[in-house]
C-alpha cells in the first residue's frame, strides 16, 4: 500500500480556515485520496475523496495538486466540532472483488480553540 | 437512521474468558469490516467480509474469529482474551457498488479492557 505523510497536529482558531496538509510521493495512478476523521470517543466518519480534480462537498474541499504527490484537506471555516483526528488514506480503484481495505496512518491531531 | 450499530459498548473481561461482539448494519452492505484501535495508534485490520458466509483475514486476525451468517450481521469472537487484545473495536460497513470509491461507515466502537 502506497504510504502517507501529515503532521501530527495542527492548531486553528475558531472560524478561520484550515489546511490540512498530506503527502503521497509514491501514489499510483489509480489511487483515490480518501479523507476520513475520527471524534473524540467516536468511530471514523468520511469526509471526502478524489482522484485527479479538486472536489467539493458540504464537509471540505479537496486540493490535489497537479502531480497528484500531495493534498490538502480545506475546511473553510473550523468550528469547535471539528477538532478531531483526520486521515488520508490512499485506496487502489482497481482489485479483483473491488473491495479495498483502509489503511489507517496516525493522522493529524487538529486543535480548534476558541 | 441507525447505521452501523456495535453491541456492547463497554465490557471488562477476565483473561481467558471468550465473548462475541455484535456488529450490525441497516444499509443492505455487502462488505464489513473489523478494526482495532490501540492508543495513540490509527486502526488496524482483523478481518473483514466480502458478502454473506464470506470472511478473510486481515492485518491482525491472530485470537479472533469472525462470521457472517446473515448480510446485516457481522460477529467478532474472542475465545481465550488476553490483556493484549485490549483495545477499541470498531465494525465498519461499505457497498459493493463503485468499489474503492464507495466509502466506509464506522459504528462508535466497542471498549473492551481484559484484566
Known sequence: DAKTTQPNSMESNEEEPVHLPCNHSTISGTDYI????????QGPEYVIHGLTSNVNNRMASLAIAEDRKSSTLILHRATLRDAAVYYCILRDRLGNTGFQKLVFGTGTRLLVSP | ???????????????????????????????????RQDPGMGLRLIHYSVGE????????????NVSRLKKQNFLLGLESAA?????????ASSSLSGGSDQPQHFGDGTRLSIL
Open chain 2, 83 to 91: 490483556p493484549s487484545q485490549t483495545s477499541v473495536y470498531f465494525c
Open chain 2, 1 to 35: 437512521n441507525a447505521g452501523v450499530t456495535q453491541t456492547p459498548k463497554f465490557r471488562v473481561l477476565k483473561t481467558g474468558q471468550s465473548m462475541t461482539l455484535l456488529c450490525a448494519q441497516d444499509m443492505n452492505h455487502e462488505y464489513m469490516y473489523w478494526y
Open chain 1, 34 to 41: 480518501h479523507w476520513y476523521r475520527q471524534l473524540p470517543s
Open chain 2, 53 to 64: 458466509g464470506t470472511t478473510a483475514k486481515g492485518e491482525v486476525p491472530d485470537g479472533y
